[in-house]
């Protein structure tokens, strides 16, 4: 039986999100096309390999076995596929690095820059996107490395090198003193139950935010969820309410000056922000090249 690498790929990223909408918007393919891929691969393995509805999706046990293979195989395609184009002598081929955009603008060009000097037959495929995104798209196989945040629990098979930490900050539009009162002061449950929030819909950012709201039994009034850092902070700078961010997307905005940034305490615990790779990866030459420069 002959199983195509798109569709372990595609297979793994489902696994890991356990949700067609952001797998397939991961995968860059439509839910139909995802859930026809996963499809054609059940049938050419006899099983099923995930229980759906309406509501949820999760891996049956025949899918949790097949999941180990999956990564296996994903794994040793990218070190046998390497190991052949090493024979060339000097490194040569391409690695493939996720990030969103904001860290794309710190932390690549210092990056890229040592490494195409040090490594120039080495292509490097950049995909830009939703930084909660990362993690799953490395365990995916979609992608060899990727620039994020460091979560709460980082998964075993996952190796982080830190870049830079940066605070998790709550933030207002500047024209707009509505929301000063908020600044400077321990939590107040009345204010901040009548403040809106701007939020992003998934992620450590708003495990962090509802894991505050929750130590003080406040409910947040959820004025909009969103995906992307950017996305909130030019919701926020139209003045629709407060939003939280990491420090350095906001430095990085095009709209920092339009925003000012609150006191609120207790602070928001900080992000660490590095880079993710499998461990079975670092056996590639290339991608052990690209790791080992990072200090």
Known sequence: ?????????????????????????????????????????????????????????????????????ARDALTQWDVIRQDLMQQAGELRGEISIYCSVTASYSFLYDLL???????????????????????????????????????????????????????????????????????????????????????????????????????FEVQPTIYAQVAGNEAIVSMVSLGFGVGVVPKIALDNSPLADKISILDVRPRLEPYELGLFTLQKKLRNPLINAFWGQLK
């Open 113 to 215: 820059s040592r490494f195409r000097r040090d490594h120039p037959r080495i292509e490097i495929k950049l995909h830009t996107g939703d930084p909660d995104l990362a993690v799953q798209r490395v365990l995916a196989g979609y992608e060899d490395m990727a620039i994020g945040a460091r979560p709460n629990r980082t998964p075993g098979e996952l190796v982080f090198k830190g870049i830079a930490v940066t605070p998790l900050v709550f933030i207002a539009a500047r024209q707009d003193q509505v929301y000063a009162h908020l600044s400077r002061r321990q939590r107040d449950p009345l204010a901040w139950q009548a403040t809106p929030m701007i939020l992003a819909e998934t992620g450590l950012a708003r495990q962090r935010v509802d894991n505050w709201f929750r130590s």
């Open 1 to 69: 039986m002959l199983v195509d690498i798109r569709s372990l790929r595609q297979f793994t990223l489902l696994a890991e999100m356990l949700h067609f909408g952001r797998a397939s918007e991961a995968s860059r393919i439509s839910p139909s096309a995802l859930s026809r891929s996963i499809r054609q691969l059940e049938d050419q393995l006899g099983v099923a390999l995930f229980e759906r509805d309406n509501r949820s999706v999760a891996l049956t046990a025949a899918g949790e076995t097949f999941l180990i293979y």
